[in-house]
């Protein structure tokens, strides 16, 4: 709850101005019932009908007055309330985009993505209800409780002797449901990893003939979630039930003694009527208290699980010169001895737990002259796009260095490195827009620049055969594009802002070998004074590279130019064969 009240804090005078008014409007409800009590048993036996009329146009005032600052009070606790989710999904974004590789794995993106949505909206209808309800019902009871010790003591003490069976249920209902409500959101995620996955794969799916399959498996896990969901739920339900039958118990009791009082001579009738309301007063104020108890849960849980988030801290600091490797040559971009894993000891760099893993790269060690190039080639899950994640810092090594101008990347400030590069990753992102502002990607870039950038790219070819040109809206991941259309965007996109280290991750796999030796060609025109990485399944896509490098299971078994590969590298000279024989 700590995230909830720290949250709340930067809007403190709207949030007590929304409680101060409700408080008001709470008060002027209790009031209601004394004033009917006060017209029953002093107005009306007097027969003054002026008086009568005057403390009626009172009742009406109070209960319209109650009205009013109850639409405002509510108004303002929503506002509040969207407010303080506003922040919190902005405060979980900024810090959801700044984690390293390692603790995003960590944390997994479908719990990322159920955090920033059902979490925040739980959290957002606990703030609206500390507002409202949370000033309501306890108003509604301490008020009760109180008006009815003045009307008459005797009777309020039966409501009294309960109150403490009352709080005690919810307490320790409370302390059961709270670690529940969090494995509700656990199970949470695995919904939606289930359901991204299938979202995302839909064609593979339907190609296949596994819809029935996965519908089986969101089923399972969508139970899970209701299973679980049930069970907090039903036990947060258990006070609601106990409280009612207290209360009419204790109700009927007042009833009973009531009359026999007034039977006596000993109580005025509109006392017990008085008694009723506020009776019923009480009974919605410790029903509210079961109700907060139960949102409280929920929110605790969430902004439990949101704060993790938010309260990481980042495994990967800007190191002092003084702190970081010296590199032992002065190439413009160098790997020297570089091992990695995604995990060790079943824990990644961030502490989070997680499956053990193997070396996903075991001594790598290269290096590159500023405007030379490098091919990699193997075998898919060889640690290929590992190490461009390493080389811009998405990961930190294990062992050894990786150094960028003469400097341990661990030394650049991350958006000075990174804005270096110009990348298109293997299965990039296509967004909803316009083809120009996907190249343009927020970047204030040169007209001429862009157009050398789709005209390199070959994305020309399609681009100015649309009737809007650039200005054509691309659909949610680019699905109204062909594969191939969306690689030469994609490639554009890395062209536009002419990196000085151009990174191309398997970016041709759905271009035609022309085609693919065209964007080539051009890029070596074009944009020849940037060092190329060049990851590729072609052999044709890397022949002309400065350096070759080839990969397997994590190591490298092959470093050189193409022609001296053909004769040192078994490996490489096959897959050439292969390949080569297959073109022709």
Not at 544 to 567: P, R, S
Request: charged letters at 20%.
């Amino acid at each position: 709850m700590g995230l909830i009240f720290r949250a709340m804090g930067r809007y403190s005078k709207a949030v007590a101005l929304s409680i101060f008014i409700k408080l008001l409007a709470t008060i002027s409800e209790l009031m209601l019932p004394y004033i009917l009590e006060y017209i029953i048993d002093d107005v009306a036996p007097r027969g003054n009908l002026r008086s009568a009329i005057l403390w009626g146009l009172l009742m009406f005032a109070a209960a319209l007055l109650c009205r009013q600052l109850n639409v405002s009070a509510n108004r303002r606790a929503i506002y509040n309330a969207h407010r303080v989710s506003y922040d919190l999904r902005q405060a979980l974004f900024h810090k959801t985009v700044n984690l390293s590789g390692s603790q995003f794995d960590a944390f997994g993106l479908p719990s990322l993505i159920s955090r920033m949505t059902s979490d925040s909206y739980n959290v957002q209808t606990s703030v609206q209800q500390l507002q409202t309800l949370c000033v309501r019902a306890p108003m509604l009871l301490i008020g009760g409780v109180a008006f009815t010790l003045v009307m008459d003591a005797a009777l309020a003490l039966i409501l009294i002797a309960i109150l403490p069976v009352l709080i005690l249920v919810v307490l320790v209902v409370t302390s059961k449901g709270l670690p529940m409500f969090n494995r509700v959101q656990q199970r949470l995620d695995v919904v939606v990893r289930v359901m991204r996955e299938n979202i995302t794969g839909i064609r593979v799916v339907k190609a296949l003939s596994k819809t029935e399959y996965e519908k089986r498996r969101f089923a399972k896990a969508n139970q899970d979630m209701t299973d679980q969901d049930i069970a907090a739920s039903t036990i947060m339900a258990i006070p609601s039930p106990l409280m009612q039958l207290c209360i009419n118990g204790s109700l009927s009791l007042v009833v009973l003694l009531g009359a026999s009082r007034v039977n006596q001579g000993v109580m005025e009738p509109g006392v017990i009527l008085a008694f009723l309301t506020y009776f019923n007063m009480i009974t919605m104020g410790v029903m509210g208290l079961s109700r907060i108890f139960m949102s409280l849960s929920k929110a605790a849980a969430s902004a439990n699980r949101m704060d993790e988030v938010l309260r990481t801290e980042s495994d990967q600091r800007v190191l002092l010169e003084s702190e970081a490797l010296t590199p032992s040559g002065d190439e413009f971009i160098r790997f020297e001895h570089v091992n990695f894993s995604y995990g060790e000891d079943g824990k990644d760099s961030s502490g989070f737990v997680g499956e053990q893993r193997e070396k996903a790269l075991t001594d790598i060690h290269f290096a590159l002259k500023r405007g030379e190039s490098l091919g990699i080639i193997g075998p898919t899950g060889c640690g290929k796009s590992t190490i461009i994640s390493l080389l811009m810092r998405f990961y930190d090594v294990t062992d050894g260095g990786v150094f960028v101008d003469g400097r341990d990347v661990r030394t650049y400030d991350k958006d000075a490195l990174r804005s270096r590069f110009g990348v298109c990753f293997q299965n990039d992102m296509v967004f909803q827009d316009t083809l120009r502002s996907n190249i343009l990607f927020g970047r204030e870039l040169d007209e001429n620049e862009f157009r050398t950038a789709i005209e390199c790219s070959m994305a020309a070819e399609y681009i100015d055969a649309l009737e809007d040109g650039v200005e054509h809206e691309a659909a949610i991941k680019g699905a109204n594009l062909s594969g191939g259309q969306r690689q030469r965007l994609l490639v554009a996109r890395a062209l536009a802002a002419r990196p000085e280290i151009l990174v191309l991750d398997d970016s041709s796999s759905a271009l035609d070998y022309r085609t693919d030796a065209a964007m080539r060609r051009a890029i070596q025109e074009h944009y020849g004074d940037a060092t190329l990485i060049l990851i590729a399944q072609r052999v044709s896509s890397i022949i002309g590279m400065t350096h070759i490098l080839v990969m397997d299971n994590g190591a490298c078994i092959g470093y050189g130019t193409h022609e001296e590969l053909l004769k040192t590298c078994p490996a490489y000279r096959e897959t050439y064969q292969v390949q080569m024989g297959e073109m022709e």
